[in-house]
């Protein structure tokens, strides 16, 4: 099933050279600057947020639930909400907090509505999480064949260990570790104070690192 341009759904003009131009100008704006040209009533502002946005969140909800139609969905009813509430956005704030936030509570709720456990893709694992921390990397493609052979295996056991990590414990697992969002920033998109992100965050680690473990020796 091909992917619906979320972009063009809320930006309707015509592609004239004045349009381009506005559109270069909307992306060389702060999220913050994007956001109150929308509230001021320029017609592709918003349409300038849904392209910096769509592909992370898509990614992000996509890893958390594991089914990639229903995460676009999920992803489409984030911008619906985001574009009727934008008014509410406190602009001290930072956007991308807010955003994923949305998306964050449409994740939750959809996998507390299933039976079934999601899968939430991982490429490769990263065997220390350092202070100068970094989200995993993504499959590598001048590896030899042989080597992603390996790395594609690998990422099918992962793809099981993440699977049974708790609900909870893998949304912190996949901000931090994949979208390298920071603490902060997961407390706020979580609800959650610091010492419970951390704390869920080590015990995400140690239960993933167990879980794997025996799969890849």
């Given at each position: 099933?091909?992917?619906?341009n979320?972009?063009?759904?809320?930006?309707?003009?015509?592609?004239?050279?004045?349009?381009?131009?506005?559109?270069?100008?909307?992306?060389?704006?702060?999220?913050?600057?994007?956001?109150?040209?929308?509230?001021?009533?320029?017609?592709?502002?918003?349409?300038?947020?849904?392209?910096?946005?769509?592909?992370?969140?898509?990614?992000?909800?996509?890893r958390?639930?594991?089914?990639?139609?229903?995460?676009?969905?999920?992803?489409?009813?984030?911008?619906?909400r985001?574009?009727?509430?934008?008014?509410?956005f406190?602009?001290?704030?930072?956007?991308?907090?807010?955003?994923?936030?949305i998306?964050s509570?449409?994740?939750?709720?959809?996998l507390?509505?299933?039976?079934?456990?999601?899968?939430?893709?991982?490429?490769?694992?990263?065997?220390?999480?350092?202070?100068?921390?970094?989200?995993?990397?993504?499959?590598?493609?001048?590896?030899?064949?042989?080597?992603?052979?390996?790395?594609?295996?690998?990422?099918?056991?992962?793809?099981?260990?993440?699977?049974?990590?708790?609900?909870?414990?893998?949304?912190?697992?996949?901000?931090?570790?994949?979208?390298g969002?920071?603490?902060?920033?997961?407390?706020?998109?979580?609800?959650?104070?610091?010492?419970?992100?951390?704390?869920?965050?080590?015990?995400?680690?140690?239960?993933f690192?167990?879980?794997?473990?025996?799969m890849?020796q």
């Amino acid at each position: 099933m091909s992917r619906p341009n979320t972009a063009k759904r809320f930006d309707q003009s015509p592609a004239t050279g004045e349009a381009r131009q506005h559109r270069q100008h909307l992306k060389s704006l702060s999220d913050s600057e994007v956001v109150q040209s929308s509230l001021d009533g320029d017609s592709r502002a918003f349409g300038e947020l849904v392209t910096r946005y769509d592909q992370r969140l898509l990614n992000f909800v996509y890893r958390t639930i594991g089914d990639r139609e229903r995460a676009q969905d999920l992803v489409q009813e984030t911008f619906v909400r985001v574009y009727r509430h934008l008014e509410r956005f406190d602009q001290s704030k930072k956007f991308s907090t807010w955003i994923y936030t949305i998306a964050s509570n449409l994740a939750k709720n959809e996998l507390r509505n299933r039976s079934r456990n999601p899968l939430v893709l991982f490429q490769t694992i990263k065997k220390n999480w350092d202070a100068d921390h970094r989200p995993l990397e993504w499959e590598d493609t001048q590896y030899k064949p042989d080597d992603l052979f390996r790395k594609r295996h690998l990422r099918e056991k992962v793809e099981e260990a993440v699977a049974q990590l708790p609900e909870h414990h893998r949304i912190v697992f996949v901000l931090r570790e994949l979208e390298g969002k920071t603490y902060e920033e997961i407390a706020d998109i979580t609800g959650c104070n610091l010492g419970t992100v951390k704390s869920r965050l080590n015990r995400a680690r140690n239960n993933f690192a167990s879980i794997v473990g025996p799969m890849i020796q």
